[in-house]
Nanobody, 117 residues
Framework: QVQLAESGGGLVQAGGSLRLSCAASGRTVRSTDMGWFRQAPGKEREFVATITRGIAFSRFYSESTKGRFTISRDSAKNTIYLQMNSLQPDDTAVYFC?????????WGQGTQVTISS
């Protein structure tokens, strides 16, 4: 079982930036498919970005975040990140980190991101 702990959320003005972190324990981030979802009030949880395991990893983004968000990982810190630029009020949500291991998905507790207009 992998444990995940997100941090880095907060309140920023539109056009600003934030970097979210997701620290993993129980498994290395390098060997795990991981990523981010978000859930806005009254809406379903939606995919944001993913980074695949291994040396030759790939990164995928939702259409709404492509070009503004960047997912990355630091194996030494066993942490993945979500760099979010050009933030807009529609990006306001609770952001959840996830990890997929042997067909089972683990979630972090989430971190709130609020963008003011």
């Amino acid at each position: 079982q992998v444990q995940l702990a997100e941090s880095g959320g907060g309140l920023v003005q539109a056009g600003g930036s934030l970097r979210l972190s997701c620290a993993a324990s129980g498994r290395t981030v390098r060997s795990t498919d991981m990523g981010w979802f978000r859930q806005a009030p009254g809406k379903e949880r939606e995919f944001v970005a993913t980074i695949t395991r291994g040396i030759a990893f790939s990164r995928f983004y939702s259409e709404s975040t492509k070009g503004r968000f960047t997912i990355s990982r630091d194996s030494a810190k066993n942490t993945i990140y979500l760099q979010m630029n050009s933030l807009q009020p529609d990006d306001t949500a609770v952001y959840f980190c996830y990890a997929d291991v042997d067909g089972s998905r683990s979630w972090g507790q989430g971190t709130q991101v609020t963008i003011s207009s």
